[in-house]
């Protein structure tokens, strides 16, 4: 634990949410909550998928008004140097007055424009004659990119940038705001281990600088290695506020309600069925490069199978090719060369149909871009793989649907007002279970995930991690892409290991362990004529967390 820090500049409270209460629809997304934050604290705000960590924090940024209690911010909107004053924050302009600034989990920036453009959108610094002075954004915006030490021109476009220096973008232009309150919602979500120590030696030096900072995260360990306090959430109402020593099993406790026995409750098979999935000399050929010579290839000579009731890790370093070879599997993009075979039947590249007629299913690791409907309801999505299933004459049983729909969602416990809601408006978790009920309802034989508890509780996660149980025990088979380590060697009968678009290795559950794999995930598999590996594992993102 760090300690509060008071030796900052003020090190009074910064903020203070007293009896909050907001309503939507069918739901009480939040019930009475409280919350202080001091200037030079880090106050890690904890909570399954559900909780009202969301609505909070947009209730503070201004994206939605509380029906019931009070927010009050040090100097207020009049700028009196003493004291909390109640406010009224309408707006993400009313926030940035305030000195509030957030960064979301889903990145808010405009494809379009470049980095200097999206850090100083709304706010450009302008010339005498009114025009946007582009040479002062360019500057400030370098001077803020050199701060989260992010080696990229203000002039780049943001569309030419990965997940993780889109995040970093995320935090420069937080940082351009000089916000005394800064909220950070699951900042290291897509951070490498080397991205996040740069993170929080930045959240270190605001904390120095007396910056209060309100952290969201499902990474325990990060807890204690950044908090001061946390405040725990569960079913809207804040139920604890503990020291960020506290342990991670009272963290578990408090955040569920219960004891959580096992972590990853894997139900390993005496002895696994016959091979569903058959994967054989799969390759994939990358792009030529600009002098027109030969690129790498995404992914080469992948061979593998998977049998009724066992699951299959695929583990590795980002950017191993693990994604490129499922979505290959699952015919979203097409391959080169090899063969994939579903119960003995050979499917073509490239066509997904065929491949949830042969009863593959895929959960993407971007379930709101490529998992879900958005704007449709949860019945919509539930029934969306087995729609050919429930039409008759051009007609949708729709009074099937609805049932079936209810009655996955129920075994999955999803958290819903009903299945007319928008699937945009559930929590990461409760969407994560929605896209995994649509392979439940189409009778899926194999499903491959890819990052299936990314920004999910550990709540939610045991239960995923029970349904993956309930599947493989009924002879499915399961793919498991994760680049959370722990889960893969917790959940997995078998694992595969990835670099560089190859398989290096095979291990059973019982000879895998971390360092196993890690030295397996940074081999070379190219070697050179006098014996030695090219180093190409160090990989710009690459990491195994």
């Known amino acids: 634990m760090t300690g509060v820090n008071d030796d900052v500049p003020d090190g009074r409270e910064l903020l203070r949410v007293e009896g909050v209460t907001k309503a939507f629809p069918g739901v009480r997304a939040l019930d009475g909550v409280d919350l202080s934050l001091r200037a030079g604290e880090v106050h890690v705000l904890l909570g399954e998928n559900g909780a009202g960590k969301s609505t909070l924090i947009k209730m503070l940024s201004g994206a939605h008004r509380p029906d019931a209690g009070r927010i009050l911010v040090r100097g207020g909107p ?71 030490r992010l080696d990229v021109s203000p002039n780049t476009p943001v569309t030419e940038l990965g997940i993780a220096r889109l995040q970093m973008v995320e935090i420069a232009k937080a940082l351009s705001l000089d916000a005394r309150v800064l909220i950070m919602d699951e900042p290291t979500a897509v951070l490498t281990s080397e991205e996040v120590e740069t993170l929080f030696g930045i959240v270190r030096e605001l904390r120095e600088a007396g910056v209060g900072i309100i952290f969201i995260t499902h990474h325990l360990d990060e807890i204690g290695a950044l908090g001061d306090r946390v405040t725990v959430l569960r079913d809207g109402r804040s139920v604890d506020q503990v020291p960020a020593s506290t342990g991670e099993e009272e963290l578990i406790r408090l955040m569920v309600g219960r004891d959580i026995a096992e972590q990853y409750p894997r139900r390993r098979p005496d002895e696994p069925g016959a091979p569903l999935l058959r994967v054989r000399g799969l390759t994939r050929h990358g792009a030529k490069g600009t002098g027109g010579g030969t690129a790498r290839p995404v992914f080469e000579g992948i061979d593998f199978d998977v049998r009724a009731g066992e699951v299959v890790g695929l583990a590795g370093l980002v950017g191993a090719g693990r994604t490129e070879v499922a979505r290959a599997v699952f015919g979203v993009d097409r391959y080169d060369a090899g063969t994939v075979e579903v119960a003995g039947e050979r499917l073509a590249s490239g066509d997904v149909r065929a ?16 998992g879900l409907v958005l704007d449709a309801s949860l019945q919509d999505n539930l029934t969306l793989a087995r729609l050919d299933r429930d039409t008759r004459g051009g007609l949708v049983d729709r009074r099937g649907q609805r049932r079936e729909a209810a009655d996955v969602a129920g075994r999955l416990k999803v958290r819903m007002s009903g299945l007319g809601q928008h699937a945009r408006t559930l929590s990461g978790g409760n969407q994560q279970k929605i ?36 599947l493989t025990a009924a002879g499915c088979g399961v793919l498991m892409i994760s680049s959370d380590l722990p889960e893969v060697l917790g959940m997995s009968d078998r694992v595969l290991v990835m670099a560089q678009g190859r398989l290096t290795s095979e291990l059973p559950a019982g000879q895998a362990t971390q360092d196993a794999v890690m030295e397996l995930a940074l081999q070379s598999p190219h070697a050179t004529s006098d014996g030695t590996h090219t180093d190409e594992s160090a990989m710009e993102g690459s990491d195994v967390r």
Do not use: C, H
């Open 435 to 470: 896209v995994i009920g649509k392979w439940l309802l189409a009778k899926t034989r194999l499903l491959i995930l890819d990052e299936p508890t990314r920004g999910i509780d550990v709540g939610a996660k045991v239960e995923i991690y029970q349904l993956v149980n309930e």
């Open 355 to 370: 491949a949830m007629r042969a009863g593959l299913g895929l959960v993407p690791e971007d379930r709101k871009g490529q």
């Open 78 to 148: 009049d700028g009196a140097p003493d004291g909390l004053r109640e406010v009224q924050i309408r707006s993400a302009q009313d926030a940035e007055r305030l000195g509030i600034a957030t960064i979301y989990q889903e990145f808010n920036l405009v494809p379009g424009l470049t980095v200097a453009e999206n850090i100083f959108l709304g706010r450009q610094p302008r010339t005498a004659l009114g025009l946007i002075d582009r040479k002062t954004m360019r500057a400030r915006a370098a001077d803020l990119l050199r701060r989260v």
